[in-house]
């Protein structure tokens, strides 16, 4: 699905992250702080992360994923995620958004994550 269509119809847009951004590897920092309840995992090592944008003004948007849709805490994760980062100097704005397209998989688990969980 091109941009424009997947904007038009309400999907989030997953492009790539801002890794040249000087925040870049503070707010990737902030996300290791959040960790899902139910795996001792940070949520970036999970790969719930899918995309940091930050812009020149320092607003950040990320979009992320949950392990599930019904997972138990999913109306409170985007919020300790943008509490995390908005704590960061120098961050004008965070927004968080929610996708299930792709659907997460454990293929997207960093080595680190796969380690510690046992699964190499």
């Given at each position: ?41 940070n949520i970036f090592d999970l790969g719930l992360i899918y995309t ?16 599930a849709p019904g997972c138990p805490v999913a109306g409170e994760m ?35 994550a796969r380690l510690e969980l046992g699964f190499m």
């Amino acid at each position: 699905m091109d941009d424009s269509k997947a904007a038009a119809e309400g999907a989030p847009v997953i492009r790539p992250s801002s890794t040249e951004h000087p925040l870049y590897e503070d707010v990737v920092d902030a996300c290791r702080t959040v960790f899902d309840p139910e795996i001792p995992v940070n949520i970036f090592d999970l790969g719930l992360i899918y995309t940091i944008e930050i812009d020149e003004g320092n607003a950040v948007a990320i979009t992320m994923s949950l392990t599930a849709p019904g997972c138990p805490v999913a109306g409170e994760m985007p919020g300790w995620v943008q509490d995390a980062v908005e704590s960061l100097p120098g961050v004008r704005e965070v927004s968080v958004t929610m996708t299930f397209d792709p659907p997460w998989g454990m293929d997207m688990m960093s080595d680190e994550a796969r380690l510690e969980l046992g699964f190499m």
